[in-house]
């Protein structure tokens, strides 16, 4: 999708959550969405989180899709430094199994959303990101009508 201004911006914590991310990155380009992809820990690269966020909607982005495991605290991060909606994707983790990223991502204070999937809901990251996207542009609406018919018929 690079000859087109990405749509979608995908920033994950860490190269290891890649394959789970693969299913979110399979789903944009099955749309035909494009998207910006970047790797960045609120912890370990705090201020590239920082600069990515904020400046995520002036490069052109409409919403956010922002994975981690464990103490995941990236999509909120990123949701305090923009005005986008924020999707989150809870990594399944060795030793919490994943509830550790849940929990930590979905228990946003007041004021600050972070709509949340199911851990490892990469691809249905990509479905809601589409469905965002469709809400101001019939082409991409169109695109999860078509999917969902494709789904109905099995
Ligand atoms: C988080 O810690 C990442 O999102 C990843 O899910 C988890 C483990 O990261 P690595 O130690 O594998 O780099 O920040």
């Not at 979608?8 to 394959?19: L, N």
């Not at 946003?108 to 101001?136: D, E, H, R, Y």
Request: charged letters at 15%.
């Amino acid at each position: 999708m690079a000859q087109q201004a990405p749509l979608v911006g995908i920033i994950m914590g860490s190269k290891s959550d890649m394959p789970v991310m693969q299913a979110c990155v399979d789903q944009l380009e099955e749309f035909g969405i494009p998207y910006e992809l970047t790797i960045a820990s609120a912890h370990r690269n705090p201020g590239k989180v920082h600069e990515w966020a904020s400046t995520a909607a002036q490069r052109g982005m409409r919403v956010i899709i922002a994975a981690a495991g464990k103490a995941a605290h990236l999509g909120g991060v990123v949701a305090a430094f923009t005005p986008l909606p924020v999707v989150g994707v809870p990594i399944k983790t060795s030793d919490l199994g994943g509830m550790d990223s849940l929990l930590s991502m979905v228990q946003m204070p007041s004021g600050v959303p972070v709509a949340c999937v199911a851990i490892n809901g990469a691809k249905n990251a990509a479905i809601f990101a589409a469905q965002v996207l469709g809400t101001g542009d019939d082409a991409y609406r169109q695109r999860i009508v078509d999917f969902k018919a494709a789904m109905a018929e099995g």
